[in-house]
Nanobody
Framework: QVMLVESGGGLVQPGGSLRLSCAASGIIFRLYTMGWYRQAPGKQRELVAIITRSGTTNYADSVKGRFTISRDNAKNTVYLQMNSLKPEDTAVYYC??????????WGQGTQVTVSS
């Protein structure tokens, strides 16, 4: 069964940090581009960061310099380290697995709330 399970969300004060994890099962993880997306209330889902199978990364302008995406192929896990968090980072964060010719896979999401 193909599954992505996110964890690590929560409530944090502005300027704080969180580390999200996404554990994959049922896919050949190393062959997939992995991504983090987010959706705030009343807004469309947007790309936060992606990491390709070769380790190339790309970030939304709004998170460059603050967020870092990484992957551990031995653990079938992708991470999102989020530093210097801002209230506008508040959203549900979703993990995504994508591969040409395959149906994209989505996790169930994890809530991140940045508030004092």
């Amino acid at each position: 069964q193909v599954m992505l399970v996110e964890s690590g969300g929560g409530l944090v004060q502005p300027g704080g940090s969180l580390r999200l994890s996404c554990a994959a099962s049922g896919i050949i993880f190393r062959l997939y581009t992995m991504g983090w997306y987010r959706q705030a209330p009343g807004k469309q889902r947007e790309l936060v960061a992606i990491i390709t199978r070769s380790g190339t990364t790309n970030y939304a302008d709004s998170v460059k310099g603050r967020f870092t995406i990484s992957r551990d192929n031995a653990k079938n896990t992708v991470y999102l380290q989020m530093n210097s968090l801002k209230p506008e980072d508040t959203a549900v964060y979703y993990c995504n697995a994508d591969r040409v010719g395959q149906k994209p896979v989505w996790g169930q999401g994890t809530q991140v709330t940045v508030s004092s």
